[in-house]
C-alpha cells in the first residue's frame, strides 16, 4: 500500500469512528442552549476550559510523546508506556495535591470535585487511547471514539436533559464516559502486559520528557488564545454575551472535527515518512488537498450558518442567543487558521523541534490577550471575534515560515490569499441579514446570491489539489 493509500485508509477509519461520533456531541449544544441559560452556559465553557488548561500540565503532554516514540521502531513500546504511566501517576497526585487552589476562581468553587475526577479520567483515557493508537490499533481507536461519545450522549440527557442537573450532569457524564472508554480500551487492547517497573527506562524517560514539556505551555498557550475572550467578554462586558459567544463557537468547531480526524492519521503518516527521500513532496500533495479540503468545508458552513444556528441553537431559554449566528461565519475562518496551524504543528512534532511550537503559540497568545483588552470593551462580541481570528492568522504567518526551515515544502500563497478573500466576503454577506440594522433591508434578499457564487468561485480554485490527490490514492 502506498502512502498516500495509507494515509487515506486511515483517514477513512477515523473518519467512521469519530466524525459520527463527532456529530453526536455537537448536536448537543441544543440540549445545552434548552437546558442552561447563556450564564451558565458560560460557567461550563469555563469548565470546559479549565479542564483542557489543566490536563497536558496534570499529564505533562505525555500522549504527545507516547504517539511520537511509541510509533518509532527504534524504541520499545513497553518502556514508553511504562515511562508514560510514571510520569501521569506523578502528576495527578501533585495535582490531587495542589487542587485546592482551583477554589480561588470563585465562578467554579462549587464544581472543583468534579473538574478534579474530570481531569483525572480524561488523563487516563487519553494514556489508554493513545497508546493504542501507536500500536497501530487504529479500528480499536476509531470505535473507542463512537462508544465514548455515545455513553457521553447517554448520560448527558439522563442527567442534564431528564433529571435537570445542569452543569453538575455535564460534569458527571464527562467523569462517566471518559472512566467507561479508558478502561475498556486498557482491557481490550491489552495494555497491561506492556506496564512493568522493570520496563522503566530513565534515559528514554529523559527524552521523552524534553520532547513533551514544551508541549505544556504550548498548549496552555494555544487553550488562552481560544478561551481568553470568554473571560474578557464576562467581566467587559456581561455573562450573557460571554455565554451567547461560546454557542456561536459551536458551529465553526465542524471544521475542526473535520481536521482533527484527518490529523489523527496525518501524524501517523507524517511520522512513518520522516526519513523518506521524497517527504517534501508528500507534504507538498497532502497540505494543498488538505487546505483544499477545509477551506471548501469551511465555504459551505459560512454558506448554511442561519439554517445550522435555528437548528442547533435553541433561543426559548434565553432570547439573547437569536443573534449567535451574527458571530460565527468569522470564527469559522479563525476555527480555519488554527486547523492550518495544527497541520504546521505536526512538523515540529515528527523533527522533534517542539520548543519553536511553544514560541508561536506564546506570540498567538500574547496577541490574543492584548487584542481582547483592547478591542472587547469598545466592540464587545465582535471585538473578541477579530482578536482570536488576529492572533492564530499571525501563528500561521509565523509558521508557515518557520517550518520549512524543517521540511521545506511548496506552499501556493497566492490561492491561499484567494480563499481568505472570497470567505471574508462571504463572511460580510451574513453580516448584511442582521434585522437591527434598517440598512441592510433592502439587500437582504440578495445575499444567498452572493453567497452561493462565493462557493463556485472556492470550489474552482480548490478543485485541482483534490482530484490530483484522488488520483495519487488511486493509483495501483
Keep these: 500500500m502506498n502512502k498516500y493509500k495509507k494515509l487515506a485508509a486511515n483517514t477513512a477509519v477515523f473518519a467512521i469512528g469519530g466524525f459520527g461520533s463527532k456529530i453526536l456531541a455537537f448536536l448537543l449544544t441544543r440540549l445545552y442552549t434548552a437546558n442552561l441559560e447563556s450564564g451558565q ?3 461550563k465553557e469555563i469548565l ?3 479542564a483542557n488548561l489543566l490536563i497536558p500540565m496534570v499529564s505533562f503532554s505525555v500522549a504527545d510523546a507516547i504517539i511520537r516514540y511509541g510509533l518509532d521502531k527504534n524504541y520499545d513500546r513497553e518502556s514508553v508506556f511504562s515511562n508514560a504511566v510514571t510520569v501521569m501517576i506523578c502528576g495527578g497526585g501533585a495535582f490531587v495535591l495542589l487542587s485546592p487552589l482551583l477554589c480561588l476562581y470563585g ?70 464516559s471518559d472512566l467507561i472508554s479508558g478502561m475498556t480500551v486498557w482491557w481490550i487492547a491489552g495494555h497491561k502486559r506492556f506496564l512493568a517497573k522493570q520496563y522503566i527506562d530513565r534515559e528514554l524517560l529523559s527524552v521523552m520528557l524534553r520532547f513533551s514539556l514544551p508541549l505544556i505551555p504550548a498548549a496552555v498557550l494555544w487553550l488562552i ?13 456581561s455573562e450573557s454575551d460571554a455565554g451567547v459567544y461560546g454557542a456561536a463557537t459551536k458551529i465553526p468547531n465542524l471544521i475542526s472535527m473535520v481536521s482533527s480526524i484527518f ?22 500533495t497532502v497540505y494543498e488537498a488538505y487546505q483544499a479540503m477545509l477551506v471548501l468545508a469551511s465555504g459551505v458552513i459560512i454558506a448554511l450558518d442561519r439554517p445550522l444556528s435555528n437548528i442547533l441553537i435553541k433561543t426559548s431559554k434565553d432570547a439573547a442567543y437569536e443573534r449567535a449566528y451574527l458571530y460565527t461565519p468569522v470564527l469559522v475562518i479563525a476555527v480555519l487558521m488554527m ?63 518557520d517550518t520549512r526551515r524543517f521540511v521545506p515544502f511548496r506552499v501556493q500563497h497566492g490561492r491561499f490569499a484567494a480563499n481568505l478573500g472570497i470567505l471574508l466576503a462571504m463572511c460580510y454577506a451574513i453580516q448584511r441579514t442582521d434585522p437591527m440594522n434598517p440598512a441592510n433591508q433592502h439587500i ?3 445575499v444567498p446570491v452572493w453567497l452561493a457564487l462565493g462557493l463556485v468561485v472556492l470550489a474552482a480554485l480548490n478543485f485541482r489539489p483534490l482530484v490530483e490527490t484522488a488520483k495519487k490514492i488511486l493509483k495501483r
Design 41 to 43: 452556559f458560560n460557567v
Design 48 to 50: 470546559e476550559m479549565c
Design 107 to 176: 465562578d467554579i468553587r462549587s464544581y472543583v470535585p468534579l473538574l478534579i475526577l474530570y481531569v483525572l479520567c480524561s488523563c487516563f483515557r487519553q494514556l489508554s487511547t493513545q497508546f493504542a493508537r501507536a500500536r497501530n490499533f487504529v479500528r480499536l481507536y476509531a470505535a473507542d471514539g463512537i462508544f465514548c461519545t455515545l455513553v457521553f450522549l447517554l448520560f448527558n440527557m439522563m442527567l442534564v436533559g431528564w433529571l435537570k442537573l445542569g452543569i453538575t450532569g455535564f460534569m458527571l457524564s464527562n467523569i462517566c
Design 225 to 237: 488564545t481560544g478561551f481568553s475572550d470568554r473571560i474578557f467578554l464576562r467581566h467587559m462586558v
Design 263 to 284: 490529523y489523527q492519521a496525518w501524524n501517523m503518516s507524517a511520522i512513518a515518512e520522516n526519513d523518506s527521500r521524497d517527504r517534501s513532496k508528500f507534504y507538498t
Design 339 to 401: 486547523c492550518f496551524d495544527q497541520f504546521l504543528s505536526s512538523i515540529y512534532t515528527v523533527t522533534k523541534h517542539t520548543k519553536n511550537s511553544l514560541w508561536s503559540s506564546l506570540a498567538a497568545a500574547v496577541l490574543n490577550l492584548l487584542l481582547n483588552a483592547l478591542l472587547i470593551p469598545k466592540y464587545g462580541v465582535h471585538g473578541a471575534i477579530i482578536a482570536t481570528f488576529s492572533s492564530y492568522f499571525v501563528c500561521y504567518l509565523i509558521r508557515i515560515t
Design 444 to 446: 437582504r434578499f440578495v
